[in-house]
């Protein structure tokens, strides 16, 4: 049966995708080169992998949301998942590149963006975890299926740029934040009442308000 191997060699943003799009691209090799691999319906789980990684203070300030205080990172401090993935791998013999696109989300009630928001510097270490289902042909024309085995993986660094300027391009000086219903009429009711005109300037309305209540 096939032993196929994975890698990760590179990443890049699409610039004019439906939604922010990061493309990696993978190397699957056969080893096996008596088997045609037909094609692999592969899936892939993304880990970020937080514990591999250096932060700097202005980090450390922005991942308290996730992590708790810094001092407690050798407790809190662990793998997150990012996203899943999938792609079908077109017909090769002994080696073959695809592409793995993973939409990005920027709503910072996802744990995941959090954290791409926070990184300042460096890379972001993520962990790719394969399954799926292969499709060869053995050496006497007999089609044949098998699965990927679960142990699977492949480690890459993604430049943390690459994020921030994916996400620059496509929400321009702008974030999403989700709110819950109830919270959200209230603040539609605050912003109609007063007659202002725009989210942020009733936002910003209210900022000096919490302002004075915690001084």
């Not at 880990?47 to 308290?64: D, F, P």
């Not at 142990?151 to 430049?159: H, V």
């Not at 620059?168 to 974030?175: E, G, I, R, T, V």
Request: a negative charge.
């Amino acid at each position: 049966m096939p032993g196929l191997t994975f890698s990760v060699e590179s990443a890049e943003a699409i610039p004019f995708a439906a939604a922010p799009t990061i493309a990696f691209r993978l190397r699957v090799v056969n080893p096996n080169a008596s088997h045609a691999i037909q094609s692999v319906a592969l899936r892939c789980q993304i880990l970020i992998e937080a514990s591999r990684r250096h932060y700097q203070a202005g980090e450390r300030e922005n991942l308290r949301d996730l992590f708790g205080e810094p001092d407690r990172w050798s407790q809190t401090l662990r793998s997150l998942l990012w996203t899943h993935a999938s792609v079908t791998v077109p017909s090769f013999s002994g080696t073959v590149a695809c592409e793995l696109g993973v939409p990005c989300t920027f709503d910072f009630n996802v744990g995941a963006a959090k954290y791409f928001h926070a990184i300042q510097a460096e890379d972001v270490p993520l962990c790719f975890q394969f399954s799926g289902t292969i499709f060869y042909e053995t050496a006497d024309g007999t089609l044949q299926i098998d699965q990927i085995d679960w142990n699977k993986e492949a480690r890459f660094r993604l430049p943390s740029k690459i994020w921030r300027e994916m996400m620059d391009h496509y929400y321009p000086n702008s974030a999403w934040l989700r709110l819950r219903r109830d919270a959200f009429e209230r603040l539609y009711e605050y912003k109609r009442r007063r007659g202002i005109a725009t989210w942020e300037e009733a936002i910003e309305s209210l900022l000096p308000l919490e302002k004075e209540a915690a001084s």
